[in-house]
């Protein structure tokens, strides 16, 4: 990319992007929740500072700058492509954008809001009928939404690694885990034998392939 065209300080776009997928997690899992809000906010906080870096400031770029162009001296530092690391450090040539991990991170993308989307159509029928959801991904695991945050996450990180995306993600982890953990309780109060035959047959977090369990 040549410098006549800046690679950074372009706000707009960090404000339109974080905007356009916040918003459009948003219209797939409409927190009602302070549980909901607690997990949607965070997943926000991720998208806000993987655009800052993205289009802004490249403060990754910036702390590596000394190690990256001394191992990498022909490596444009101030080029957009310089931003997609996983490129640089495994040697890949060619646009990294049509690289299999950019291509992956499509894949972890459209998987992730699919998902989103298809487990809150669920959720929201359940809540409707005061009832368990244990159809369409609830009944492969008892937590889609989180996995589908989990999954667009590791997407843009796939395309776009950065220092504090990186230190974000482990701790989202078990921000999530620690969600789906008081949930499941609060599910236990409420619905009680029922959503423990339904604890036993269907995974929290990773499906059992081949086995899907049916609403009890």
């Not at 589908?148 to 796939?158: D, E, K, S, T, Y």
């Not at 789906?180 to 392939?209: I, K, S």
């Amino acid at each position: 990319m040549s410098h006549d065209q800046p690679a950074y300080g372009l706000w707009l776009l960090v404000i339109l992007n974080s905007a356009v997928f916040i918003l459009f997690a948003f219209s797939f899992f409409k927190p009602a929740t302070t549980r909901d809000w607690r997990s949607f906010g965070a997943f926000s906080a991720f998208i806000v500072a993987l655009f800052v870096e993205m289009y802004g400031f490249p403060l990754t770029l910036f702390l590596l700058s000394g190690w990256l162009q001394t191992r990498y001296p022909e490596l444009d530092i101030l080029s957009h492509d310089a931003g997609h690391l996983w490129s640089t450090l495994l040697g890949a040539q060619g646009d990294p954008h049509f690289g299999p991990l950019h291509i992956a991170s499509y894949v972890f993308l459209g998987g992730g809001f699919w998902l989103l989307s298809s487990a809150w159509s669920v959720l929201y029928h359940a809540q409707r009928r005061g009832a368990l959801a244990t159809t369409g991904p609830y009944a492969r695991i008892r937590h889609p939404q989180y996995v589908a945050f989990v999954l667009i996450m590791l997407g843009f990180l796939f395309q776009w690694p950065t220092l504090l995306t990186l230190l974000m993600f482990p701790i989202l982890l078990a921000m999530y885990g620690h969600l789906a953990a008081t949930e499941e309780a609060e599910m236990h109060a409420q619905f009680g034998d029922a959503y423990e035959r339904y604890v036993l047959r269907t995974p929290r977090f990773f499906p059992r392939w081949g086995h899907a369990s049916s609403a009890g």
